[in-house]
């Protein structure tokens, strides 16, 4: 069963919507003992990154997951606390995926990016599967992430940041796919794909 992160930034609600359109089996967890019980876990987030990362620590989540073997989904901030830290706040990050996040330049473009836009696929994936460069997605962000080797997919606002990563048993979108339509359920799929697939239940076992 999937378990979504149930903390004071998490959207919570429209995740589980979005599940339950795919007849996903799912559960809020708040602590690491409940996270254990799960298949895998979607790490929801909306709003300041700082006060994200305290919500996570007042329970010890933080720590679950720098150190989890599970799947794990990160969506908007919960994508951006992977990274090592972010400028909103100073913000010190999980230390997963290596990076620091900085904010648009709003002399260049309004800020946040806010609406549809399109990526471009950069690396192959399960995550990946099926979709194609005219897509769009549902973003609502202020601050990105840099492009790097971790990076699947990028897209363009004022400049170009990673759309979509992975490291590990980790992976990171920054639209929102819970919003996004018939393309943000084929993603969510792909992940459910990918955590329900032989290879992925072997290496849980291991």
Same mark, same amino acid.
């Given at each position: 069963?999937?378990?979504?992160?149930?903390? %004071?930034?998490?959207?919570?609600?429209?995740v589980?919507?979005?599940?339950?359109?795919?007849?996903?089996r799912?559960?809020?967890?708040?602590?690491?003992?409940?996270?254990?019980?799960?298949?895998?876990?979607?790490?929801?987030?909306?709003?300041?990154?700082?006060?994200?990362?305290?919500?996570?620590?007042? %329970?010890?989540?933080?720590?679950?997951?720098?150190?989890?073997?599970k799947?794990?989904?990160?969506?908007?901030?919960?994508?951006?606390?992977?990274?090592?830290? =972010?400028?909103?706040?100073?913000?010190?990050?999980?230390?997963?995926?290596?990076?620091?996040?900085?904010?648009? +330049?709003?002399? %260049?473009? %309004?800020?946040?990016?806010?609406?549809?836009?399109?990526?471009?696929?950069?690396?192959?994936?399960?995550?990946?599967?099926?979709?194609?460069?005219?897509?769009?997605?549902?973003?609502?962000?202020?601050?990105?992430?840099?492009?790097?080797?971790?990076?699947?997919?990028?897209?363009?606002?004022?400049?170009?940041? =990673?759309?979509?990563?992975?490291? +590990?048993?980790?992976?990171?979108?920054?639209?929102?796919p819970?919003?996004?339509?018939?393309?943000?359920?084929?993603?969510?799929?792909?992940?459910? +794909?990918?955590?329900? =697939?032989?290879?992925?239940?072997?290496?849980? +076992?291991?």
């Open positions: 069963m999937i378990a979504i992160i149930k903390y %004071k930034a998490g959207n919570t609600a429209s589980a919507n979005a599940l339950e359109r795919l007849e996903a799912y559960f809020f967890a708040e602590t690491p003992e409940e996270l254990e019980s799960a298949r895998a876990v979607i790490f929801p987030g909306v709003g300041h990154a700082g006060a994200a990362m305290e919500s996570l620590k007042e %329970k010890g989540v933080d720590e679950w997951l720098k150190n989890t073997k799947p794990v989904l990160g969506i908007c901030v919960g994508m951006q606390l992977m990274y090592e830290n =972010s400028s909103e706040g100073d913000t010190a990050g999980l230390g997963i995926i290596p990076g620091s996040l900085k904010k648009f +330049d709003e002399s %260049k473009a %309004k800020v946040p990016h806010m609406g549809w836009n399109k990526l471009k696929s950069t690396g192959q994936h399960p995550i990946l599967k099926n979709l194609i460069e005219k897509n769009y997605l549902y973003f609502v962000h202020s601050y990105y992430a840099p492009v790097s080797e971790h990076t699947l997919a990028t897209c363009n606002y004022i400049n170009n940041f =990673s759309a979509i990563v992975a490291k +590990d048993n980790f992976i990171g979108v920054q639209f929102h819970e919003k996004s339509g018939s393309v943000g359920s084929m993603i969510l799929q792909n992940f459910l +794909d990918l955590v329900y =697939s032989p290879k992925a239940a072997n290496a849980l +076992d291991k």
